[in-house]
DNA sequence: GGGCAAAATGACAACGTTGACATTTTTGTT
DNA sequence: AACAAAAATGTCAACGTTGTCATTTTGCCC
């Protein structure tokens, strides 16, 4: 392969002169820096980003560790934001996932650490408290949908599940419905009781009663293998003697059987039965006639300003606070009258 | 950070002695061994991956190149496997995203380059026919989930939409259906068309005339930002004067709008309509009730196997064949009478 | 005990860059 | 024309490994 001593050669420099050059320092004459360049091109020279970093110890090389894809795909969306911020910064990613396996993990940032990488994503793929197993690794690292367990002071990023929800039920109370079902996400999952609280929280400040809300557990059991009763629970709500108005879901793949229930009782969305979800995973949100009314979870911003954070870490620079929270917004569309 | 030399000094070896342990190579003393390990346990000693390649040329980086991640997120799938095989294999993944950008992708390969990476998997997020622009970057390549166009020589993996397509027709005439429905993809994707030319072939063998068949266009327009008619199409084709007493789908999107539309329409499933898929979306086939049936896009193994091939190509060995097809097994499920 | 071969270990330079500093060339001012 | 400063360029060693070959040590056989 063609090394800069090659260039230099072939252009009647020093190797220092073509660093220069590619590295775009100044006081290089323009008439050889055309010259160095037109050798670079004709003979195909790309930098050698390894010797570069065992002579600098600068890595322009970042570490996303996933935890593990469950049954919604956002990591897509999580990742597509660290990889639009990364390539608009001049940055590589690195990608591994542990499944879950804490000895995998272990491996990863060792593996990361040999490549001598700037710094690290973790992504959870679920809303949660985690301390992750860097052991005596010394990797800069910011935490993406989640935060870390208070004896470990990385700083985070995460989604405003509370104020979403919160937000999200009183969109349906302004709207007149005074009697809600919600099915709710697996007690497991952080989000999942956010969501609910603020769901209690909203009601009980509109001034229901108990009696005017019916809470039904969807999904329980460990995660990545749940038993899902949410079709059940829906046909069981919608079908009582005193059914709710409007059915708040914990997520939209609840809302999704919702539906499913919901129409196979020849019911109608919205007229019969208001539907909510939270996340607004699209590939779902969207699909669903009427369009579902969602609050959104701000996905690839997590990944991108993760990654922002990520670099002002490695950089040294002492952020605002530790743990930043992003809003859930609430999106209206048709399935909410 | 603690270098090799560090070691060598704290076990009273030489850097040499100390390479010898840390790659596993012959000829060394077992006392040796045991003190140069210990020494490297304690000062915490990690190999740098960069300096390794800038001596040896070999790297153990694996690149994937994504185009860009549709609506449905199979490239967790696709990445995933990808990343077990990485992980099985003792390498380490780069991953970079063009979002359809030829000049993105060409930085992208100049990037892959200047790492120096081993070969790259140039993954696309739907079946089609591509011609990568790796300018004259001589990297190993493996295109997964499609084929190069007819004057490129990479090795492929894709799956066999048509044979999974057909052998679900025939699943469909099998259990008597007579009076089919078709919801199409949108044209511009190769594996539309091959499902549909497998359908088309798979009721023409059954001697079933033009009139027993409806086809419906569900989705069109530029791939990204499709026009989508699915829903009105299903409702138009259900509530029709003499309609199917099957409906096959495009993909389990498509077959997800079936279903609301049937449900929507009062008909249940399947006893007055049967509902298939195609590509096993498990955040959809799993979640309608009853489940789906399906044709399953072998996801996952296009990535693992397609990995596996990376591998003996960078080792330089000829392929039994340039082109591999993975088959697409029926999913018999619930939602087929 | 000596000699020879195998095992174990070490020396040295090389990979491809770049930081630090030196040297040469050019330009401007007196 | 001379001198000083700035611009341009070059020299050299260093980063952390490993391939190649040399040297030393150990063990076995006669």
């Known amino acids: 392969m ?110 990361f650490q040999s490549h001598r990488i700037g710094g690290a994503l973790y992504v959870s793929m679920y809303h949660r408290e985690i301390s992750p197993s860097l052991g005596d690794v010394a990797t800069p690292t910011v935490l993406v949908n989640c935060h870390p367990e208070p004896a470990n002071g990385y700083p985070s990023i995460e989604p405003n599940d509370y104020q979403g929800s919160h937000d999200l039920t009183r969109y349906v109370l302004e709207r007149g419905h005074r009697r809600i079902g919600y099915i709710r996400l697996n007690p497991k999952l952080l989000g999942a009781e956010l969501r609910l609280s603020a769901f209690r929280e909203a009601v009980r ?35 009582g003697s005193n059914p709710p108005t409007a059915l708040m879901c914990g997520n939209d793949e609840i809302a999704f059987q919702a539906y499913l229930a919901a129409l196979g009782a020849g019911l109608r969305i919205p007229e019969d039965i208001s539907i909510v979800g939270f996340d607004d995973f699209q590939t779902v949100s969207l699909a669903l006639k009427p369009e579902l ?5 701000p996905y690839y911003a997590l990944g991108y300003r993760g990654a922002d954070r990520l670099m002002r870490v490695i950089e040294g620079e002492k952020l605002r606070e530790d743990h930043l929270v992003l809003e859930c917004p609430v999106v209206a569309r048709g399935s909410c009258k």
């Open 2 to 111: 063609v090394s800069i001593v090659d260039v230099a050669k072939a252009a009647g420099v020093s190797n220092k002169t073509v660093s220069r050059v590619v590295n775009g320092e100044p006081n290089v004459k323009p008439a050889t820096k055309e010259r160095v360049q037109g050798v670079i091109r004709d003979l195909g020279y790309v930098p050698n980003m390894a010797a570069r970093l065992v002579r600098s110890s600068r890595s322009l090389t970042l570490g996303i560790v996933t935890d593990f894809i469950s049954t919604t795909p956002y990591s897509g969306d999580i990742v597509r934001g660290i990889q639009e911020w990364a390539e608009e910064n001049g940055r590589t990613v690195l990608l591994a996932n542990t499944n879950g396996d804490r000895d995998k993990e272990r491996e990863i940032w060792r593996t």
């Open 205 to 239: 400040e509109a001034g229901l009663s108990d009696s005017d809300v019916d809470i039904r557990l969807g999904m329980e059991g460990p995660i990545g293998s749940e038993t899902n009763r949410v079709y059940s629970q829906a046909q069981d709500l919608l079908t």
């Open 293 to 297: 009314t969602t609050a959104a979870l």
